[in-house]
């Protein structure tokens, strides 16, 4: 891929990404001013449930793309491309049709363990969880083929087709009407690969199955971890708050989540090639001293365009607050502080890369289990002594820094350069940020402008050393 059609690519996935996230935020818009922060509370925690069954393919289709990103031979690559597509295909069928009778026999017994608000919508989370894993094969399809264009596609037209259902609906039909329309955009979403399905030919292949469940499950356990590890604040926040105080905190996590869009669709469209190019069989002509540079060359970049997106997160909150959703103000200091958070993850991507790409998930699924604990103590403390959503958002920036040292620390450690001073460069820059952040707009409550200055002396040096290093964008 030349550097101008990675550049084209790259800029014409994101402007779709952000019109569709225009579409996303005037959606959350309407939505929050139809449910108010209670039953967006609701609607959260139905959401969160829902988004725990993307899990349940065994991790197949993460096996496939990293078994396909580390080949180098084009022959083999389209062979083995072939063969998996139908494969995957075939076992979409296979896992729909099982999960849809698991899923009844499920719903139908265990239903009266479920909280007031899962109860009353427990017949459409399985369509809609059904649905997920098609959307997952096609964007899956769509990656593994470069057909950009045609993941796009499909995000503009599910967000087109939210924002009419729910600005029709939302503010009559209130919860339920948005619970059906969702289900209703996610079969169109499938009929739109139907042009694609036809075209496949099916392949049950029970070997082939086992051998990239085998694969999948450990990237699965990772997956399912990152989630569990990413969605403790709100079940805390479920479990011992009000739906009021989560509906604050998922509107503040969601405005968080989506002003990383632009590097979150660097992150998506090179995922393949990022795999092909932190494997060690890929970099058997350098010394471990050049591999770990080149992860940490990748790191800074990212870390340049974190913190200049955080920066403008920062500067933009207050009169997107004020002007479109005043009822939610509570929700600017939370987004602040887990803005701050999801930055220290980006930090470390390429050390996750790196130790997904050698196969060696166990040492991320050993680094969330030692960060979990520290999550729950850290949770558990802030609702304890009533620090409430601020405590919550603060305990989820502590769990993040840890996480993200400990991935640093673990793949610095395989390319045998564990050091004090190597593990500082990598976090330095961000945590003086976030600590004057935290003391000048959190605790002593200055003006956002603040953090513009704070941006210009922290990172325009760092910003210039990054640039002068022209060869890492190409």
Known sequence: MSKNFSLKTILNYSLIKYISLALGLFKGVILAGALGPTLLGSYSL???????????????FSAV?????????????????NEFIRSAFSYLILLSTLFTFLGILFAYFLVPLFPPDIKSYIWFLIPLSIAIQAKLF??????????????????LITNILLFIGIFFFADHYKLTGIIIVSVIVSFLTILYGIPLYKKIRLNFNLKLFMTLIRTGIPLLTYGLCDQ????????????????EHLGYYSFANTIALSTFVFI????YLFYPKFLNKFNRKNMDSMNNQEQTNLI?????????????????????????IYFLLPKYDLSINIYIIL?????LKKISYFSSIFLISNGLQPKLIKIFLLTFPFSLLFNYLALYYQYGNIGVAIATLGSMFIFSLLTVIYSLRELNDLNLISVFNYFKHTIILIILVLVTVIIYKKSVLYVLLIYLCTHLILTISIYKKRKIFS
Not at 46 to 60: A, C, E, H, M
Not at 146 to 153: E, F, G, V
Not at 310 to 319: A, D, E, F, W, Y
């Open 46 to 60: 139905i959401i969160l449930v829902v988004s725990y069954t993307r899990y349940i393919n065994l991790g197949f």
């Open 65 to 81: 793309n990293l078994k396909l990103s580390v080949l180098n031979n084009l022959d083999s690559i389209e062979l083995e491309k």
């Open 138 to 155: 096609q964007s899956f399809f769509y990656r593994l083929n470069s057909n950009y264009k045609k993941i796009n596609h499909l995000e």
């Open 228 to 243: 569990l590890f990413t969605t403790i604040d709100r079940v805390f926040i479920a479990n011992s708050l009000t739906r």
């Open 264 to 267: 979150d669709s660097l992150s």
């Open 296 to 320: 940490f060359e990748y790191s800074k970049m990212f870390e340049v365009v974190t913190i200049f997106l955080v920066t403008i997160g920062l500067l933009c909150i207050n009169p997107f």
């Open 339 to 343: 803005l701050l958070a999801f930055s």
